[in-house]
C-alpha cells in the first residue's frame, strides 16, 4: 500500500490499517503476558522477579530452580507458542485455500496419520529399545504426516484439483488413518494403549530445547512463502471462480499451500500430538478481529495461535494445583465453547 | 484493428459435445457484442472457453495471437472475464479486494496512479460509500459492481462478462452498459457480454449473436437478429421489433408460444 495516501478511500482505509496494526501489537503483548506467565506456573514455587532474573542470569537461580526454568518451563512455555504459531498459520492457509471456514490443518488428514505413526512407534517400541522415545515416535509421527501430505498431493495431481476433491480425499485419510490406529490399539498392550491415547490428546512437557528449535526452524523456514502469497491469498476470498477470472492460478496456489500446511502440521504435532482446535478457532479469532486481507490475518493468525497454546499451557499448570493436565484437553475444553460463540456470532459471514 | 476472431470452435464435456461450429466475424475495436439466446443455449460456455478455462478445439485468436500461445502474463493484460456468480460474502472489503488484484496479478508502475485508477472505478460504479465496508454487508447488486470493478481494475482491453448487469436495478444496468461501451472505445479493445435482457442488447450493442443449443442461429446487428422468427424459434415468443416516430428501435413482446 503506498505510503503518500492522497484519496479519501486511502486515507479511510489507511485508519483501518493502523487499527489492525494496533490490534497486531496488542496479541503480541498479550501473547508475550502469557510467556512469561507460562514459565511462572508450575508445581514448583519459584517467585516471579526471581524468574526474571534468572531469565537474564541463570546463576542468580539456585541449581534446581535453574534446572527447573532453563530445562523444563522454558522449552514447554516457547514450545507452546511455536507449535501454537505452527498450527495458527496452517489453519490460516487451510481455511482460505479451501474456502472452508470450518476447515483446520487436521481436515487433510495429516494429523491423523502422525497419530498412526506414532502408534506404531509406541506398538513396535519393545523391538527397539535402544532408541528412545524422543527419537523414534517423532521421527514416525513426522514421517507418517509427511506422507499424508504428499499423498494429498499426489492426489490433487490426479484429480481437477478442485476443493471439494481435497476435503473428500482429506476425510478419507482420516477414516483409513483412524481405522488403522484403531486396529494398532486392538491388539496392542494396555501400557501401549495408553501411552497411545496420551499421545493424542496432546502433551507439551515432554518437549525440550531441541524439539523447540526443530518446530522453529519449520516455522520460520514455511513463513517466507506464505507472506509472499498474502495478495493472491486475500484474493481468493472474493471467491474461487473470481480470483480464477482475474487471473490467478488458483490450483497451482493450491499445490503449495497444501505443502506448507502439511510441513507445518506435521512439525507442530510430530513432538506434542495432535493438540486440538487451536489451528480452527486462532484463525476465526484473527478474522474477527482483523478482517481478510491476508497481509494482517496471516501474522494474526500465528499470534492467535500461539496465544491460545500458551494460554491453554498456563492453564493446564494452574487448573489442579500440583498437577499437569495434558494440554490437549484444555485446549479442547476453551476451543469448544469458544469455537461455539464465534460461529453464532459469524453465522451470516460464513 | 482485429481484437478477437473464433474460427470453427468446438466444445466438449467429456463425451457431450455442447459448443458445435463456433465462428464469428472478428470484433474490432471499440466493438459492443451480445450473446443472447435461452438458458443452456451456450453462452457462460463459450465465455468461459475464450477466457481459457475451459479447453476447446478450434482457432481463437486475440489481437492476432492464438490463445492459446499467450503466455499467463500476456493473457492476463489482454483480458478479464466476469463470471456469472457473485463476489462471497465475506468480511474483506472491497477497497482492499482490487488492491489485492492488483497486486497478484498486474505490475504497477506507480503507486499513484493504481490508486487513483481504483478511487476512479469505484466512484464511477456508485461503490465510493461502500469501499471499506465488509462483503457481507452488501447487496447482491452491490456485490456483483465490485465483482465487476474487479474485472476492470487491470484495465484489460477484451471484457468477456458473464450477466454483469442481471442484479442490478435499471439506472445501474445503463450506467454499466454506457461505461463499458466508453471503455472500450478509450482502450481500443471489446466488450463481450451475456445477456438476457433483450431491451438492453438491442439499445447497447453494436451486434448480437442468437445461440440456441450450442450453435450460433443468427449473428449480426440486432435488426437482423431479433426478428420474428429468430425469436419464435429460439425464445418461443411472440415478438417483434418496432420502429417509433421518434426514431427509436422498441421490442414489441406479445405472449408466449406453444414449446
Known amino acids: 500500500m503506498p505510503n503518500n495516501v492522497t484519496s479519501p478511500l486511502s486515507i479511510e482505509y489507511a485508519q483501518i490499517k493502523r ?9 503480541l503483548v498479550a501473547m508475550i503476558t502469557s510467556l512469561m506467565l507460562d514459565i511462572s506456573t508450575g508445581p514448583a514455587n519459584i517467585g516471579f522477579f526471581e524468574l526474571l532474573q534468572g531469565l537474564v542470569d541463570p546463576d542468580s537461580l539456585e541449581m534446581r530452580y535453574r534446572i ?30 479451501l474456502n472452508n471456514p470450518l476447515a483446520s490443518p487436521y481436515t487433510l488428514g495429516v494429523s491423523a496419520l502422525a497419530a498412526l505413526g506414532a502408534s506404531l512407534a509406541i506398538v513396535i517400541h519393545p523391538s527397539i529399545p535402544e532408541l528412545s522415545d524422543r527419537v523414534v515416535l517423532p521421527m514416525m509421527a513426522l514421517m507418517f504426516a509427511l506422507l499424508g501430505g504428499f499423498l494429498i498431493l499426489a492426489f490433487t495431481r490426479m484429480t481437477d484439483g478442485s476443493r471439494e476433491h481435497v476435503i473428500l480425499f482429506g476425510i478419507a485419510l482420516v477414516f483409513f488413518a483412524n481405522a488403522m490406529t484403531a486396529g494398532l490399539q486392538y491388539v496392542a498392550s494396555a ?28 516455522f520460520l523456514i ?7 502469497h498474502v495478495w493472491a491469498m486475500t484474493l481468493i476470498r472474493a471467491g474461487e471462480s473470481h480470483a480464477v477470472s482475474s487471473g490467478l492460478n488458483v490450483r497451482r496456489m493450491r499445490t503449495w499451500v497444501i505443502l506448507r500446511i502439511s510441513v507445518l502440521a506435521a512439525f507442530a504435532v510430530c513432538f506434542v500430538g495432535t493438540i486440538g482446535f487451536i489451528g480452527l478457532v486462532g484463525p476465526h479469532i484473527a478474522r474477527l478481529l482483523l478482517g481478510e486481507d491476508h497481509r494482517f490475518l496471516i501474522p494474526g493468525s500465528v499470534l492467535c495461535g500461539a496465544l491460545l ?42 | 484493428m482485429s481484437v478477437l476472431a473464433i474460427k470453427d470452435l468446438n466444445l466438449s464435456f467429456g463425451r457431450k459435445q455442447v459448443l458445435f461450429d463456433i465462428s464469428l466475424p472478428d470484433l474490432r475495436s471499440g466493438d459492443m457484442v451480445g450473446l443472447i439466446g435461452p438458458n443452456g443455449a451456450g453462452k457462460s460456455t463459450l465465455l468461459q472457453a475464450l477466457a481459457g478455462h475451459l479447453r476447446y478445439e478450434g482457432e481463437v485468436r486475440v489481437f492476432g495471437s492464438s490463445a492459446t500461445q499467450l503466455s499467463a502474463a500476456r493473457h492476463r493484460e489482454y483480458m478479464a472475464f466476469m463470471p456469472q456468480s457473485l463476489i462471497q460474502k465475506s468480511s474483506l472489503l472491497p477497497y482492499e479486494l482490487l488492491w489485492s488484484a492488483l497486486r497478484s496479478t498486474a505490475s504497477i508502475s506507480s503507486q499513484t496512479d493504481a490508486e487513483q485508477r481504483i478511487d476512479s472505478l469505484l466512484e464511477t460504479l456508485g461503490l465510493s460509500a461502500v469501499a471499506n465496508q465488509p462483503l457481507y454487508t452488501l ?102 421489433l418496432v420502429d417509433t416516430h421518434s426514431g427509436d428501435t422498441l421490442l414489441h413482446i406479445k405472449k408466449a408460444l406453444d414449446t
Open chain 1, 19 to 27: 487499527k489492525r496494526l494496533a490490534l497486531l501489537l496488542a496479541m
Open chain 1, 68 to 97: 527447573i526454568l532453563w530445562d523444563v518451563r522454558l522449552p514447554d512455555a516457547l514450545i507452546a507458542i511455536s507449535v501454537g504459531a505452527a498450527l495458527g498459520l496452517a489453519g490460516a492457509e487451510t481455511q482460505t485455500v
Open chain 1, 191 to 218: 501400557e501401549a494403549v495408553q501411552e497411545i491415547v496420551f499421545w493424542t490428546i496432546g502433551n507439551l512437557t515432554k518437549a525440550g530445547w531441541p524439539e523447540f528449535f526443530v518446530v522453529t526452524l519449520a
Open chain 1, 222 to 228: 514455511v513463513f517466507p512463502f506464505s507472506l509472499r
Open chain 1, 309 to 350: 497454546l500458551s494460554t491453554a499451557s498456563v492453564l493446564s499448570k494452574a487448573l489442579l494445583p500440583g498437577v499437569i493436565i495434558p494440554v490437549g484437553i484444555v485446549t479442547a475444553m476453551i476451543g469448544v465453547p469458544v469455537f461455539l460463540v464465534l460461529i453464532i456470532q459469524q453465522r451470516h459471514r460464513l
Open chain 2, 139 to 240: 447487496s447482491g447488486g452491490k456485490r456483483q459492481l465490485v465483482g465487476l470493478a474487479l474485472s476492470l481494475v487491470r484495465q484489460p482491453r477484451l471484457l468477456l462478462l458473464d450477466e454483469p448487469t442481471s442484479a442490478l436495478d435499471l439506472h445501474w444496468r445503463l450506467i454499466v452498459l454506457d461505461y463499458l461501451k466508453q471503455e472500450a472505445r478509450q482502450q481500443r479493445g471489446a466488450v463481450i457480454l451475456a445477456l438476457h435482457d433483450l431491451d438492453l442488447a438491442l439499445s447497447h450493442c453494436d451486434r448480437l449473436v442468437l445461440m440456441n443449443q450450442g450453435r450460433i442461429v443468427a449473428a449480426g446487428v440486432p435488426r437482423e437478429v431479433l426478428t420474428q422468427a429468430h425469436l419464435a424459434r429460439v425464445y418461443h415468443v411472440d415478438a417483434n
